[in-house]
């Protein structure tokens, strides 16, 4: 990876549970606070345990992690306990992962972020959660960029989009 296409770390956290096992493979998932990331994240995890991969969770810090009022005198506490509980939601779900896993957060493009976390790891695939259809879906379309979409215009290798039901 160039050092320009190098993604720019304002913060990075990095967490990792030591394997057990030897893990024969690396899965990447990209992960946030939408219901669509729990899905994934419980099919990535199932993929780990099949594929006895480590599974490195990586969530790009945004403007929708942060409390909305920036004026409140607790805001940085509220954004720490909010990114906070993302952590813990990843952990506990990956509590007997035996292959290990790791949680990365920081600020940045997500597809860069993926993709330096899969350059890393060497990964077998890059697993995301699918925005749903409908006609809220549109809007959200036209005001993010599709993370999946990203992806795979513009990675060499599997992305896996998972889709959420419900």
């Known amino acids: 990876m160039t050092e320009q296409a ?46 006895q991969a480590q599974l490195h969770v990586v969530h790009g810090i945004d403007l929708s992690d942060y409390p909305i009022d920036p004026d409140a005198a607790d805001w940085e506490q509220q954004a720490r306990r909010a990114l906070d509980a993302q952590h813990q939601q990843v952990a506990a779900a990956l509590a007997d992962c035996d292959t290990g896993w790791s949680y990365h957060a920081w600020r940045g493009d997500p597809v860069e972020l993926l993709t330096a976390v899969a350059e890393e790891t060497d990964a077998l695939m890059i697993i995301v959660g699918s925005r749903g259809e409908g006609p809220g879906k549109v809007v959200d379309r036209i005001l993010e960029r599709s993370v999946s979409h990203g992806l795979i215009a513009h990675q060499h290798r599997p992305v896996l989009v998972v889709p959420h039901h419900g």
Request: glycine share 2%.
């Open 6 to 51: 190098r993604p720019t770390h304002a913060r990075r956290v990095r967490h990792t549970a030591t394997p057990s096992q030897a893990p024969h493979a690396h899965l990447v998932l990209g992960h946030d606070h939408h219901p669509r990331s729990v899905v994934a994240l419980t099919v990535a995890a199932d993929l780990a345990r099949r594929l």
